[in-house]
């Protein structure tokens, strides 16, 4: 019990970068329209196009996956329950779809967050309920804070797939055994360097083989705009979520603030 409140005390205290940001952006609606399939947890399919579209990705979210198709691909733990907790909250039921930023993705799906008729916010009760987790971009940044917070509780609660070691949260020593996959790391930055164009989170002594997050020059522009000095984060515990990749040891690439939380 004494480990299970240290544990919430902890994750209060680790806030998203840019909370006032993210609650200020308005959403436009785009319209209504009514499920007739749920593809997977964060994909529908509705009865009527939207821009020539119908399917529509459930934005800033990401559930376990399905193959849908791919050859090789696994599915992962507890997509079979994420899509039928989808499919409970909205099969067969007029939404209306929302955006805050880009509203199509290369796929050609509509990116939005959808509400139920009776005001439900469908992104936030998959989240609360552990059937999906954050996962933001750096044109789709809407109610991210939001987000967090549906998410912390789940992860507190140990719904979902908080419960799962698959998608335990990560430490930056255990980093380089998640290569190419989607993981949320948290540790505390040893240093931070600017490097030619990047700005980099080292989290060990040893940047050739240490855990990092690295911010491009793009990027770098976001968090300046927020009001974020990424040079006075060294020394603090920091919770990032993207791709790993291998650079230099494990690595990803924080392209926009919301990535990150800080305490």
């Not at 994750?11 to 007739?36: C, D, K, M, N």
């Not at 399917?55 to 992962?76: D, E, I, M, S, Y």
């Not at 955006?99 to 799906?109: K, N, T, V």
């Not at 992860?155 to 419960?163: K, L, P």
Request: glycine content about 8%; proline content about 4%; charged content about 25%.
């Amino acid at each position: 019990m004494h480990h299970l409140i240290r544990l919430a005390a902890a994750s209060v205290a680790l806030l998203v970068l840019v909370l006032p940001a993210a609650a200020e952006t308005a959403l436009r609606e785009i319209g209504a329209a009514r499920v007739v399939e749920v593809v997977d947890g964060d994909t529908v399919v509705l009865d009527r196009a939207f821009d020539g579209a119908r399917q529509v990705r459930l934005v800033g979210t990401q559930a376990p996956k399905l193959p849908l198709g791919r050859r090789n691909f696994p599915t992962w733990p507890l997509a079979p329950e994420s899509k039928k907790a989808l499919a409970d909250l909205v099969m067969g039921k007029r939404v209306t779809l929302r955006h805050g930023g880009r509203h199509m993705d290369q796929h050609g799906r509509l990116l939005a967050h959808l509400y139920t008729d009776d005001g439900s916010w469908v992104q936030g009760r998959m989240l609360r309920r552990g059937m999906s987790r954050v996962y933001t971009f750096p044109d789709n940044r809407a109610l991210a804070a939001e987000m967090y917070a549906q998410e912390r509780a789940a992860r507190e609660a140990g719904r979902g797939i908080w419960a799962l070691p698959y998608y335990a949260l990560r430490t930056p020593e255990g980093a380089a055994e998640h290569i190419d996959t989607f993981q949320v790391v948290e540790g505390r930055v040893v240093r931070v360097a600017k490097v030619r164009a990047n700005v980099y989170f080292n989290f060990g002594r040893n940047w050739r083989e240490d855990f990092t997050i690295t911010i491009g020059s793009r990027a770098q522009r976001l968090f300046r705009d927020a009001g974020v000095d990424l040079l006075s984060l060294q020394g603090r515990v920091v919770r990032v979520r993207g791709w790993l990749r291998s650079r230099n040891g494990p690595m990803i690439d924080a392209t926009h603030p919301e990535q990150i939380e800080v305490r």
